[in-house]
C-alpha cells in the first residue's frame, strides 16, 4: 500500500515494496496502529488552529523476516474552523529486499508531504 505516485518503470523483482511509495502494511500476522494528535484552543477572532499528529504501524507479518515499522508526523494548519487545511508532514517507512529465503529490511525511504485541503458546501 502507498500514497498515490505517478511512479513507472520495471521494479527489480527482489525489491517486495514495487515502485513507488509503496510499503507491505497488509498480510498473515500481526499489525499495531496508534495515533496520537493535539489541537490548541481556537483563536476566538479568526477561527484558526493548529494541531500536531503522530501515528505508528508495527506490524509482524508472516511473510517478512523483519517487522515492518513507519511512522508518520506533521502539524495541521487549520483554517474557518475546520473548513480549510494546511498540512505539512513526514513519512519514514522500510523498504523490503528478498533474498533466497528470507525477505529483510534492506533500507528505509522517507517522504514530505505538503497539502491543502478545503471543504465545499456543507
Not at 30 to 51: E, H, I, K, M, S
Not at 55 to 62: I, K
Not at 82 to 94: D, E
Request: overall charge positive.
Amino acid at each position: 500500500m502507498g500514497a498515490n505516485n505517478p511512479a513507472s518503470g520495471a521494479v527489480p523483482g527482489e525489491w517486495v515494496n514495487g515502485r513507488g511509495n509503496g510499503a507491505p502494511v497488509l498480510g498473515t500476522g500481526a499489525n499495531w496502529y496508534l495515533q496520537l494528535a493535539w489541537l490548541r484552543p481556537a483563536d476566538t477572532r479568526n477561527q484558526r488552529q493548529l494541531q500536531a499528529y503522530a501515528s505508528l504501524q508495527w506490524g509482524r507479518l508472516e511473510a517478512l523476516h523483519d517487522p515492518v515499522l513507519i511512522w508518520n508526523t506533521g502539524l495541521h494548519y487549520l483554517l474557518n474552523g475546520q473548513r480549510s487545511k494546511l498540512t505539512l508532514g513526514y513519512q519514514s517507512r522500510p523498504v523490503f529486499r528478498a533474498s533466497e529465503h528470507l525477505v529483510t529490511e534492506d533500507m528505509r525511504k522517507h517522504m514530505l508531504v505538503l497539502q491543502y485541503q478545503l471543504l465545499f458546501g456543507g
